[in-house]
């Protein structure tokens, strides 16, 4: 063999070893897990994040700690070989068994599931879940997220936003559950709950404060610690108590002057230490602003980037700056969450697609229990399988059914319902294929169902005049990013509304709306149903509601003003009106602002009905409201010093209903409150005639003042007034109960 052959050859297998090298690197040999010492389950989860710490090198350690994002979305951003297509990604650490963390927005079911052909169910909006009042139907939604996304290969969900409704303009209202930190808290805990039991790592946003889209990244609220305790903050302390999620998603706004996501008094003081949250704080998307102070103040997770918690967080440590019990902490709180939770024993390999018809099955459930019957006059609810005619108007009821957007945005089967073939957009509204006026010619086969699109209110009049009834939907689209200026519905829908209520003095009105909306028309028309965003069975589940297949029970959990002037602040912090050049859809306020400025609670825990309540001011519709196809009766009420509370519904109807029954209690005068607070809540379900004992037990935290002296929460000695019934503004039972 020639000299230059041997050499060729040596050069050949040199490369081959390479090339093998390279492959084993890329791919390395699966680590037997099974082995480790940390895989051992009869451990706990700290006990076992802890061995895994031990074997981290300083440089492992930093890669847990921060991420990429959204790099599908960016051209030419680098991208893991096992990315999973979501909005972030955590590299994990194969040779300890350790899985990339590969998360997902999931507000309302999967997002980014066109681009990897992908099926998501698009649940109702978290607000409408709210609307049922049922933890078991919560429980449900998660569920749903959870096993998708397990399928789809994500262990971590980024949803979970519990963010109140101060302001009923907030572009993201649709995300979250409402205005009560005890409903809300319960729904979004429940929630948690539901997604976590699939393995998939929970999480709970946007801590804290995050009210408005408006110069949300420089907006600072300003709130005193004790009202904060008792409203905002309760809902994450109860979301986080009721189901344990892996993070705690911090916002883009600044509280008392310091961003959240570096805000020692929010992240260490209340949420580590008073709340002994043991899982990990994550930053929003590019919501890290420094590493030494934010590592101090308690972040344990940069999004995306690593400008922060890359390198500059290494030097950090190994200057001292950062203690190295800091960055250790940190990673413990991720490793600890990915074995409490299963992820780590129980990986999301995707063994099979996700089920769409159950998915469809558990949204029509939820929807029909969240959409709620504002307005019944005269019976006209439900339809008669035999009505004769029904003008069917507006919001594109003929195609579709109306989503949310922004990061909360589900892709819809088949592409947007009215727009087939049309790539969806940031700030578009996407339709999704499910048309109320299908489902609302299925109940009714030989009535007269017409469709018109209501472009022409004088048209759609005309088009109305003769029907038996007019259905007329409006809706709404809200998207993160951007708030409503107004509660007005968009499009010179009131004006729909009006000219076809004129026409026919039986006319209904479907709203799909994101918010709660003013109703310039709401004495004009004869029903009001609200569906929120309904979901991918909407129209299935609006059909069967108008039509009685399914009695309505949902209610309210916020409050409808009649208008701006009502609210505690009558514009939103910062607004400015959208200038016609802005690109903005018609009433949205503008995004952002490079200058901070101040939000400032002069409310305090005075915001939604306990604003209405104290200020004694007639809300549109009440917090708690919502009718149904029967009636019902309250008697019987006692209630003890024990937070034991007693009662008895009836259904006084003629059909089966299940009905919301709220408890309320007004604080001893102590306090200083001039409202009462939820405290209690129970779906009962009645047959006709039918009556039910129900006994509640009130949580002494949500009849405890926090006290700023003790940095605790207390019980006041004195006299409790309990009330009992339909809503917020009809309570027809009292009872007074002393603790001393
Ligand atoms: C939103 C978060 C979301 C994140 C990732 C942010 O703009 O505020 O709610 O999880 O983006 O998409």
């Not at 569906?531 to 909407?538: E, L, V």
């Given at each position: ?102 998360q997902a927005d999931s507000a309302v079911g999967a997002r980014m599931a066109a681009s990897q052909s992908r ?135 600044k509280y008392e002057g310091d961003w959240t996501c570096e805000n020692d008094w929010l992240l260490n003081h ?115 399988p035999s009505i004769h005619s029904i003008a069917v108007i507006g919001a594109h009821a003929d195609a579709g ?340």
């Amino acid at each position: 063999m020639t000299p230059s052959r041997i050499a060729f050859i040596l050069c050949l297998s040199a490369a081959t070893f390479t090339v093998a090298n390279a492959q084993s690197a890329k791919h390395p040999a699966a680590p037997d897990t099974k082995s480790m010492p940390w895989m051992n389950t009869t451990l706990g989860p700290d006990e076992r994040a802890d061995l895994v710490l031990k074997q981290l090198t300083l440089d492992e350690k930093i890669q847990l700690v921060h991420g990429i994002g959204w790099g599908p979305l960016r051209e030419g951003a680098p991208v893991p070989a096992d990315n999973n297509g979501g909005a972030g990604q955590v590299v994990g650490i194969p040779r300890l068994g350790i899985p990339s963390i590969q998360q997902a927005d999931s507000a309302v079911g999967a997002r980014m599931a066109a681009s990897q052909s992908r099926y998501a169910t698009l649940l109702p909006s978290v607000l409408g879940a709210a609307s049922s009042w049922d933890p078991e139907a919560a429980h449900l939604y998660g569920d749903v997220i959870g096993r998708e996304l397990r399928a789809e290969g994500y262990n971590q969900s980024i949803g979970g936003g519990v963010d109140l409704a101060r302001d009923p303009r907030n572009g993201r209202l649709f995300e979250y559950p409402g205005e009560d930190p005890v409903l809300a808290g319960t729904t979004v805990g429940h929630l948690i709950l539901g997604l976590q039991g699939n393995n998939i790592m929970g999480d709970i946003k946007h801590y804290a404060f995050n009210d408005q889209e408006t110069g949300r990244t420089v907006v600072d609220v300003h709130l005193a610690h004790k009202a904060a305790h008792e409203s905002d903050l309760l809902a994450f302390q109860l979301g986080i108590r009721i189901g344990h999620p892996a993070s705690v998603m911090c916002s883009y706004n600044k509280y008392e002057g310091d961003w959240t996501c570096e805000n020692d008094w929010l992240l260490n003081h209340v949420l580590k230490d008073q709340w002994k949250f043991p899982g990990f704080v994550v930053s929003d998307w590019e919501a890290t602003h420094s590493t030494v102070k934010a590592a101090k103040a308690g972040l344990d997770m940069q999004m995306p980037g690593e400008e922060y918690f890359g390198a500059p967080l290494k030097q950090a440590v190994q200057s001292g700056e950062v203690p190295q019990a800091r960055l250790d902490d940190m990673v413990h709180r991720i490793l600890r969450s990915l074995i409490a939770t299963g992820a780590l024993d129980n990986p999301s390999t995707p063994r099979f697609v996700v089920d769409p018809f159950k998915g469809r099955d558990d949204a029509q459930h939820i929807a029909e229990e969240s959409i709620v019957l504002l307005k019944n006059d005269k019976g006209i609810l439900p339809l008669s399988p035999s009505i004769h005619s029904i003008a069917v108007i507006g919001a594109h009821a003929d195609a579709g059914i109306m989503s949310g957007g922004g990061s909360a945005q589900v892709d819809a089967p088949g592409g947007d319902a009215i727009h087939p073939g049309q790539s969806t957009k940031w700030g578009q509204s996407v339709y999704f294929p499910s048309a109320p006026l299908r489902y609302i010619r299925e109940h009714a086969p030989s009535a007269k169902v017409e469709f018109n699109d209501g472009a022409d209110p004088a048209a759609a009049a005309n088009f109305a005049r003769s029907a038996d009834v007019a259905i007329v939907f409006a809706d709404q689209y809200m998207s993160e990013g951007a708030d409503s200026s107004t509660l007005a519905l968009p499009h010179r829908q009131d004006a729909l509304i009006e000219a076809v209520a004129k026409a026919n003095p039986h006319t209904v009105v479907v709203l799909v709306t994101g918010n709660p909306v003013s109703m310039p028309w709401v004495g004009q028309v004869s029903g009001i149903m609200e569906a929120w965003y309904p979901g991918i069975a909407g129209g299935q589940a609006i059909a069967n509601l108008l039509f009685g297949t399914v009695n309505p029970s949902g209610k309210l959990p916020i409050t409808f003003a009649k208008s701006e002037a009502d609210l505690p602040h009558a514009e939103i912090f910062g607004l400015a009106r959208p200038k016609s050049d802005a690109g903005l859809p018609e009433h949205w306020a503008e995004q952002h602002k490079d200058v901070s400025f101040p939000a400032n609670y002069t409310e305090g825990v005075r915001f939604g009905y306990k604003w209405f309540d104290s200020e004694h001011k007639e809300p549109l519709f009440a917090f708690g409201h919502g009718l149904s196809y029967t009636t019902y009766a309250y008697s019987g009420l006692t209630g003890d010093a024990s937070g034991t509370v007693t009662f008895t519904v009836r259904n006084t109807g003629s059909v089966a209903g299940t009905e919301i029954a709220q408890v309320y209690v007004q604080l001893p005068t102590a306090s200083g409150e001039n409202f009462r607070r939820l405290v209690a809540w129970q779906r009962v379900p009645l047959a006709p005639g039918e009556s039910k004992e129900v006994t509640l037990k009130v949580d002494p935290l949500f009849v405890s003042v926090f006290d700023t002296v003790t940095d605790n929460w207390k019980l006041l000695t004195g006299e409790y007034t309990v009330s009992v019934g339909s809503s917020s503004r009809d309570l027809p039972l009292t009872a007074k109960v002393t603790l001393h």
